[in-house]
């Protein structure tokens, strides 16, 4: 298992295509465009906010938006080559950057070779079929489900993750692992494990019993939207009960496991939009590094971006923006300072993230958490219009 170095690690989370400015379809025959290297023009800035971590979304062959892929085993000429993803990985690695990949093993576009087959045979044993017809992921058309039960495609995804780790990776995010039956990870990842011991495992689920999904498909963690949804929700309705109930439930997961969490990623509302107080934004960042779990930071959260993510054809592009050269050239600093100091409580205490935390005082509009491990810390967050104790109206405050 990967514990050793998941316990110091803070992701600073990107969407390649979207960041590096990549035209929004492929183009059969356009010449490669060498965009991976903008990246490491950022890595600097991902060291200064404390982070040590850059998980990167999709990277392979794909048709449009990265999520359907065709080709595994190619870096998105959008992005570059080979020789672009090993420079990246060196520039990481002499930085102490660990990388994190996205693996869309749920599904594939329908230009992916074995489904394209498949597909035009009106049979094959890589695609699930529904009666005669694919089973689309969520009712997209260029989203076929893979066929879970081929071995087939067991022995690929498998083949397919170590051969990323062996080009530098240090663990897959997995896309819509919550569509997956846990059988599926139970019989492919031994064998990656068996190569990559260290390597980290994430799925990603929105919902469902995160507990018993890790045990029964022996991933290492999942993407907690429980407590993502409870902060905001909670901030915005000045509801402290709902922040606290996810958080005996947050409280029950991290003694089991070390979930990712996070306040923004490329398929949610950015955090400064969905918190209607702006006052209330510092408290979502200080829960975020406060709590139990491996922290994500979503690229551009820390300049405090806005951005609605709409329920339309190109309605996450807001939400995944293209970045300038180099940081240097975003004037405002935004949130950056915040997250310089929150992120630096963690790292002074390295044991939050497996620490026990308790509700001590709780109120619609103000609450305090304990987290005890090593050692002792406190997080009071007001939201209200009057001090409470020694936190002013509508600010936070640790204290040892």
Same mark, same amino acid.
């Given at each position: 298992?990967? %514990?050793?170095?998941?316990?110091?690690?803070?992701?600073?989370?990107?969407?390649?295509?979207?960041?590096?400015?990549?035209?929004?379809?492929?183009?059969?025959?356009?010449?490669?465009?060498?965009?991976?290297?903008?990246?490491?023009?950022?890595?600097?800035?991902?060291?200064?906010?404390?982070?040590?971590?850059?998980?990167?979304?999709?990277?392979?062959?794909?048709?449009?938006?990265?999520?359907?892929?065709?080709?595994?085993?190619?870096?998105?000429?959008?992005?570059?080559?080979?020789? %672009?993803?090993?420079?990246?990985?060196?520039?990481?690695?002499?930085?102490?950057?660990?990388?994190?990949?996205?693996?869309?093993?749920?599904?594939?576009?329908?230009?992916?070779?074995?489904?394209?087959?498949?597909?035009?045979?009106?049979?094959?044993?890589?695609?699930?079929?529904?009666?005669?017809?694919?089973?689309?992921?969520?009712?997209?058309?260029?989203?076929?489900?893979?066929?879970?039960?081929?071995?087939?495609?067991?022995?690929?995804?498998?083949?397919?993750?170590?051969?990323?780790?062996?080009?530098?990776?240090?663990?897959?995010?997995?896309?819509?692992?919550?569509?997956?039956?846990?059988?599926?990870?139970?019989?492919?990842?031994?064998?990656?494990?068996?190569?990559?011991?260290?390597?980290?495992?994430?799925?990603?689920?929105?919902?469902?019993?995160?507990? %018993?999904?890790?045990?029964?498909?022996?991933?290492?963690?999942?993407?907690?939207?429980?407590?993502?949804?409870?902060?905001?929700?909670?901030?915005?309705?000045?509801?402290?009960?709902?922040?606290?109930?996810?958080?005996?439930?947050?409280?029950?997961?991290?003694?089991?496991?070390?979930?990712?969490?996070?306040?923004?990623?490329?398929?949610?509302?950015?955090?400064?939009?969905?918190?209607?107080?702006?006052?209330?934004?510092?408290?979502?960042?200080?829960?975020?590094?406060?709590?139990?779990?491996?922290?994500?930071?979503?690229?551009? %959260?820390?300049?405090?971006?806005?951005?609605?993510?709409?329920?339309?054809?190109?309605?996450?592009?807001?939400?995944?923006?293209?970045?300038?050269?180099?940081?240097?050239?975003?004037?405002?600093?935004?949130?950056?300072?915040?997250?310089?100091?929150?992120?630096?409580?963690?790292?002074?205490?390295?044991?939050?993230?497996?620490?026990?935390?308790?509700?001590?005082?709780?109120?619609?509009?103000?609450?305090?958490?304990?987290?005890?491990?090593?050692?002792?810390?406190?997080?009071?967050?007001?939201?209200?219009?009057?001090?409470?104790?020694?936190?002013?109206?509508?600010?936070?405050?640790?204290?040892?």
């Amino acid at each position: 298992m990967s %514990d050793g170095w998941v316990d110091h690690v803070i992701w600073w989370h990107v969407y390649p295509l979207g960041f590096t400015g990549a035209e929004p379809a492929a183009e059969p025959g356009r010449p490669v465009s060498h965009r991976l290297g903008h990246l490491e023009a950022w890595l600097d800035h991902l060291i200064g906010l404390g982070c040590n971590g850059l998980a990167l979304g999709p990277v392979f062959a794909s048709g449009t938006h990265g999520y359907d892929t065709v080709d595994y085993f190619r870096i998105d000429p959008r992005l570059g080559d080979d020789a %672009d993803f090993d420079a990246l990985v060196k520039a990481c690695r002499e930085r102490g950057i660990r990388v994190l990949l996205d693996g869309v093993f749920n599904h594939a576009g329908r230009g992916f070779e074995p489904v394209r087959q498949a597909l035009e045979a009106g049979s094959g044993e890589w695609v699930r079929w529904s009666g005669e017809y694919p089973y689309l992921f969520e009712g997209h058309d260029g989203l076929i489900t893979l066929n879970h039960e081929s071995p087939a495609v067991r022995d690929f995804v498998a083949d397919v993750m170590i051969h990323w780790l062996e080009r530098g990776a240090d663990g897959w995010r997995l896309d819509a692992a919550y569509a997956v039956a846990p059988e599926f990870w139970a019989a492919v990842l031994p064998r990656v494990r068996e190569r990559f011991p260290d390597a980290w495992f994430v799925g990603e689920m929105i919902h469902g019993d995160y507990r %018993d999904y890790v045990h029964r498909a022996g991933l290492d963690a999942v993407t907690q939207y429980e407590l993502w949804k409870a902060t905001w929700s909670s901030l915005n309705d000045r509801n402290l009960f709902e922040l606290a109930w996810a958080l005996d439930r947050h409280r029950e997961l991290t003694a089991d496991l070390l979930p990712l969490t996070f306040l923004g990623n490329h398929d949610v509302t950015r955090i400064a939009s969905r918190v209607a107080d702006p006052r209330h934004v510092g408290h979502a960042v200080a829960l975020l590094f406060f709590l139990p779990g491996v922290p994500s930071v979503y690229y551009g %959260d820390e300049f405090g971006f806005r951005a609605v993510k709409e329920d339309r054809p190109g309605g996450d592009d807001a939400v995944r923006p293209a970045m300038p050269a180099r940081p240097e050239e975003i004037t405002d600093p935004g949130l950056t300072s915040l997250y310089q100091e929150l992120i630096g409580v963690r790292r002074r205490h390295p044991w939050l993230t497996r620490a026990a935390i308790t509700v001590e005082q709780l109120a619609n509009e103000h609450v305090v958490v304990t987290a005890e491990g090593e050692g002792r810390l406190s997080l009071a967050l007001n939201l209200g219009d009057e001090p409470f104790g020694a936190v002013g109206p509508h600010g936070w405050k640790l204290s040892e």
